[in-house]
């Protein structure tokens, strides 16, 4: 089963605009983590954060985290064309339970 | 450091056939972890390891499936007597966690390889 779930499914911006895409997810979680996939590749790690914190900051990535609202959102600034690609929200549920992921969010910047 | 090596990167095998697929994790990580993704999913949970250790594995991991990390060092994924429900991308994780304990991770990041595709005929 998948514990989170992105928002929009996909997206399509222009170049230079910022993209924002949601997670929801639905058990008490020790740390929320970002990851971005392009097209039949592997998953490249953008970010952690733990469930103690609320905003996190990556050069154009800015990532927050509402406990009381089960969420997360993860904001690209200034998007560029190289960063289309899936991106999805994975997390460490309390107890023991492995990584657990969403099925992404695919996004599209045009040029 | 090279990162997480998975090969062969794809194998197109047919139905009944066995397939093996082998996975070096990043020195010294002793965590392994065997995650499955099909298209437009995402990944999902097979199986773990902490060290040699088999900690926990998937429901999604059925009689078929056997996975080995015999020193702690590289992990391989047997799947015997191959469908074509099981084509997908096995993706291959691996982190190191400080302490012990229960916990499958402690918030540390998990690193992904490439993935091994399989396509099954």
């Known amino acids: 089963s998948q514990q989170g779930e992105e928002d929009p499914q996909a997206l399509s911006i222009q170049e230079g605009e910022n993209a924002t895409m949601n997670c929801s997810y639905k058990t008490s979680i020790n740390n929320l983590q970002w990851y971005r996939q392009n097209s039949g590749r592997g998953l490249v790690h953008l970010i952690l954060?733990?469930?103690?914190?609320r905003e996190k900051h990556s050069g154009r990535l800015r990532v927050t985290l509402d406990t009381s609202k089960k969420s997360s959102s993860l904001l690209i600034t200034a998007s560029r064309a190289a960063d289309t690609a899936s991106y999805f929200c994975a997390t460490d549920a309390k107890g023991n339970t492995p990584l657990v992921f969403g099925k992404g969010t695919r996004l599209s910047v045009i040029a | 450091d090279t990162g997480v090596s998975q090969n062969p990167r794809h194998k197109i095998t047919k139905r009944g056939q066995n397939v093996t697929f082998r996975c070096d994790p990043i020195?010294?990580?002793?965590?392994l972890y065997w995650y499955r993704q099909t298209l437009g999913q995402g990944p999902e949970f097979l199986t773990y390891?902490?060290?040699?250790?088999?900690?926990?594995k998937s429901r999604l991991l059925s009689d078929r499936f056997s996975a080995e990390r015999p020193k702690g060092s590289f992990s391989t994924l047997e799947i015997q007597r191959t469908e074509q429900g099981d084509s997908a991308m096995y993706l291959c994780?691996?982190?190191?966690?400080?302490?012990?304990?229960?916990?499958?991770?402690?918030?540390?990041?998990?690193?992904f390889g490439e993935g091994s595709w399989l396509t099954v005929v």
């Open positions: 020195s010294e990580h002793n965590r």
């Open positions: 994780a691996s982190s190191q966690e400080r302490g012990t304990g229960g916990l499958l991770t402690s918030g540390n990041t998990i690193y």
């Open positions: 390891f902490q060290n040699e250790a088999q900690l926990e």
């Open positions: 954060i733990r469930s103690n914190e």
